[in-house]
Nanobody, 121 residues
């Protein structure tokens, strides 16, 4: 059984930065990737970024490329999403997930509860 807990969300002004954390517990060795997704009100959950736990390969959505950076610690017990130059359209609930390296919700099997990110003046 795996549990994921996101933290680090909050209210930030446009142009500001936040770093989201995803703490994993339980048996995680079967998972090949960490993914970050976001969901705004009335919209579908969309992939933001993912990183392979095996070779470090990364994916970024075009909307966040150059602004967000995904990483994980050496033990692979915590994942991070560094978000810079935040825009109002980044406002959403952000979820971390464990699964296979991909960009679809169905690629990921374990999910956190989400953390709210609000970008507003």
């Amino acid at each position: 059984q795996v549990q994921l807990v996101e933290s680090g969300g909050g209210l930030v002004q446009p142009g500001g930065s936040l770093r989201l954390s995803c703490a994993a517990s339980g048996f995680t060795l079967d998972y090949a990737a960490i993914g970050w997704f976001r969901q705004a009100p009335g919209k579908e959950r969309e992939a933001v970024s993912c990183i392979s736990l095996r070779n470090g390969a990364t994916y970024y959505a075009e909307s966040v490329k150059g602004r967000f950076t995904i990483s994980r610690d050496a033990t692979k017990s915590t994942g991070y999403l560094q978000m810079n130059s935040l825009k109002p359209e980044d406002t959403a609930v952000y979820f971390c997930a464990l699964g296979t390296f991909g960009t679809q919700v169905s690629d990921f099997r374990s999910w956190g509860q989400g953390t709210q990110v609000t970008v507003s003046s």
